[in-house]
T-cell receptor
Framework: GQQLNQSPQSMFIQEGEDVSMNCTSSSIFNTWLWYKQDPGEGPVLLIALYKAGELTSNGRLTAQFGITRKDSFLNISASIPSDVGIYFCAGPLGGATNKLIFGTGTLLAVQP | DTEVTQTPKHLVMGMTNKKSLKCEQHMGHRAMYWYKQKAKKPPELMFVYSYEKLSINESVPSRFSPECPNSSLLNLHLHALQPEDSALYLC???????????????FGSGTQLSVL
C-alpha cells in the first residue's frame, strides 16, 4: 500500500550541529504534517504545511512542502539534547476516507 | 486547554481480562481517533469517530470495542486480547474529521499496554 518513506532512518549527531531529514511519497500530497515523538509519549505536532513550496518555521525547526508535492523536508538548526526523539512526517492518503498516514520515521540522537 | 488526556498511562492485563482505555479532550473537537503503535513503528489508525458516530473501522478485531459516550470522551474496551496486541495505544482528536478538512491532529500521551 501507500507508504511515506523517510530518510535517513536514524541520525547520530553532536550538539550544535544542523539536521536535515526528508519524507517522500510516490503520490501527490496536499498537506504535510511533521511530528516529534519522545519515548513512551504521543506524537507532538511541530509544523503543518498546506501549500506546495511553502516554507514554515517553528523556532529552530524549518519545514518545506516540496514543489513536486511528493516530498517534504525538515531542518533543525543548532541541535540540542532535547531534540532527541523520532520524527514522523504524515499526510492524507486521499480517496474516500482521506486517511492520515505516517512516514517510517527518523530517529535522532544528539550527543552533548 | 490544548490537551488530549489518556488513562491509564500503563496497563498490564491477562488474556482473559476485560479492561478499558479512556481518552478525554476539552478543545471542542468533533473528531476523535484511536491509533495503535508498535515500538519504532509509525502509528496505525484503528478507529475514527466523527460527531460521536463511528466513521472508520480499519478492520480491527472485535476484541477491541470503541465507544464515544459524548463529544469529549472516547473509550476503547479490551477483551480477550492476545500478546501480540501489546503496544502503545494513542488517542487523537481534531476539530473536524481529518478526512474532510485536513485539520491538525493532536495526540494524547498514550497507554502502554502489555498483554501477558
Amino acid at each position: 500500500g501507500q507508504q511515506l518513506n523517510q530518510s535517513p532512518q536514524s541520525m547520530f549527531i553532536q550538539e550544535g550541529e544542523d539536521v536535515s531529514m526528508n519524507c517522500t511519497s510516490s503520490s501527490i500530497f496536499n498537506t504535510w504534517l511533521w511530528y516529534k515523538q519522545d519515548p513512551g509519549e504521543g506524537p507532538v505536532l511541530l509544523i503543518a504545511l498546506y501549500k506546495a513550496g511553502e516554507l514554515t518555521s517553528n523556532g529552530r525547526l524549518t519545514a518545506q512542502f516540496g514543489i513536486t508535492r511528493k516530498d517534504s523536508f525538515l531542518n533543525i538548526s543548532a541541535s540540542i539534547p532535547s531534540d532527541v526523539g523520532i520524527y514522523f512526517c504524515a499526510g492524507p492518503l486521499g480517496g474516500a476516507t482521506n486517511k492520515l498516514i505516517f512516514g517510517t520515521g527518523t530517529l535522532l540522537a544528539v550527543q552533548p | 486547554d490544548t490537551e488530549v488526556t489518556q488513562t491509564p498511562k500503563h496497563l498490564v492485563m491477562g488474556m482473559t481480562n476485560k479492561k478499558s482505555l479512556k481518552c478525554e479532550q476539552h478543545m471542542g473537537h468533533r473528531a476523535m481517533y484511536w491509533y495503535k503503535q508498535k515500538a519504532k513503528k509509525p502509528p496505525e489508525l484503528m478507529f475514527v469517530y466523527s460527531y460521536e458516530k463511528l466513521s472508520i473501522n480499519e478492520s480491527v478485531p472485535s476484541r477491541f470495542s470503541p465507544e464515544c459516550p459524548n463529544s469529549s470522551l472516547l473509550n476503547l474496551h479490551l477483551h480477550a486480547l492476545q500478546p501480540e496486541d501489546s503496544a502503545l495505544y494513542l488517542c487523537a482528536s481534531s476539530l473536524f474529521f481529518w478526512g474532510a478538512t485536513n485539520e491538525k491532529l493532536f495526540f494524547g500521551s498514550g497507554t502502554q499496554l502489555s498483554v501477558l
